[in-house]
């Protein structure tokens, strides 16, 4: 009989802490677990989900609670790993990209304004030099 009052190993302890603030130092703040034919009842309910390591990502379960419910308990295989919800990336970046064009539509209404200025212009010069 064992007098530890946690049994469970510090590697896991550490992993979890480092690959979460690993992931937060990079700007990401969710997670995927990985999935396993194993069917430990402590896991099974987080196989294949994602979590959000600091709570701040609406619409997902944190990682806190998932250790809370037993993940990543002694003897477990599991790990995590970063997940990026590219539906979201590619809408933030849209509304980043059309702000440029935007932008670009404005100046390209410009230059085309000071086009038809230079070409009348040149028109007019050719038309003097025409009559002399």
């Known amino acids: ?15 979890v802490s480092t690959t ?19 069917d430990c009842p402590l896991c099974k309910p987080w196989q294949g989900k994602i979590l959000s390591i600091t709570g701040k990502t609406k619409g997902y379960p944190t990682l806190d609670e998932a250790k809370a419910a037993g993940l990543f308990h002694e003897g477990c295989a599991h790990a995590m790993g970063l997940y990026i919800d590219l539906d979201k990336e ?11 064009r935007k ?11 000071a086009l038809i200025f230079i070409f009348a212009l040149i028109a007019l010069v050719i038309a003097i030099c025409i009559k002399f």
């Not at 009989?1 to 992993?15: F, G």
């Not at 590619?90 to 440029?100: A, W, Y």
């Open 90 to 100: 590619i809408e933030v970046l849209d509304k980043e990209l059309r702000l440029p």
């Open 103 to 113: 932008q670009t539509s404005k100046s390209k209404g410009c230059g085309c304004s």
């Open 1 to 15: 009989m064992s007098n530890k009052k946690n049994t469970k190993p510090i590697y896991l302890d550490q992993y």
């Open 20 to 38: 979460s603030q690993r992931i937060k130092n990079q700007g990401h703040d969710l997670v995927k677990i990985s999935t396993h034919t194993t």
